[in-house]
C-alpha cells in the first residue's frame, strides 16, 4: 500500500495505481476525458473558506494542517473509503495548485498515511 501526490496537469501514468482528485474545482484548462482519473472526491478537499485563508502561504502551513485535520475528522466515511483504496493498493492523490509540496493533497496523504498506521 502506498499514497502517493501528483499535480493532475502531468501526465497519466499506469504507475499512478488508482487516480483520485482531492480538489473542490475541477482544475482550468483540462478536460474531463484527458483527466483520467478514478474518482473525484469533491466532498474531501478543504472548505472555500480555509482554501481561500491558507491561500498558499508557507507561514499558515503548520495551521492550515491542523484546521483541514479537524475537517476531515468530520468526514469519517469518505476518509475510510480513502483508507481501504490505500489498503488495496497505489493511490495516487492528484491536486491542481502549483504548490507541489504544502498543498491540500499533501496534507490529505499526511492524514490517511496516519490512519493507517496500527
Known amino acids: 500500500m502506498a499514497i502517493y501526490?501528483?499535480?493532475?496537469?502531468?501526465?497519466?501514468?499506469n504507475e499512478d495505481g488508482y487516480r483520485v482528485l482531492v480538489d473542490q474545482l475541477w482544475p482550468r484548462g483540462?478536460?474531463?476525458?484527458?483527466?483520467?482519473?478514478?474518482?473525484?472526491?469533491?466532498?474531501?478537499?478543504?472548505?472555500?473558506?480555509?482554501?481561500?485563508?491558507?491561500?498558499?502561504d508557507p507561514e499558515k502551513?503548520?495551521?492550515?494542517?491542523?484546521r483541514y485535520f479537524e475537517e476531515l475528522d468530520r468526514c469519517p466515511e469518505t476518509v475510510s473509503e480513502l483508507v481501504e483504496l490505500a489498503r488495496k493498493g497505489k493511490v495516487t492523490f492528484l491536486f491542481s495548485s502549483?504548490?507541489?509540496?504544502?498543498?491540500?493533497a499533501s496534507a490529505l496523504k499526511e492524514y490517511i498515511e496516519n490512519k493507517l498506521k496500527p
Open 61 to 66: 502551513w503548520t495551521e492550515f494542517r491542523r
Open 5 to 13: 501526490t501528483k499535480r493532475i496537469y502531468e501526465n497519466p501514468s
Open 30 to 56: 483540462l478536460k474531463k476525458e484527458d483527466a483520467r482519473i478514478d474518482r473525484w472526491v469533491k466532498e474531501i478537499a478543504p472548505t472555500t473558506e480555509l482554501r481561500k485563508w491558507y491561500n498558499h
Open 98 to 104: 502549483k504548490e507541489t509540496k504544502l498543498n491540500n
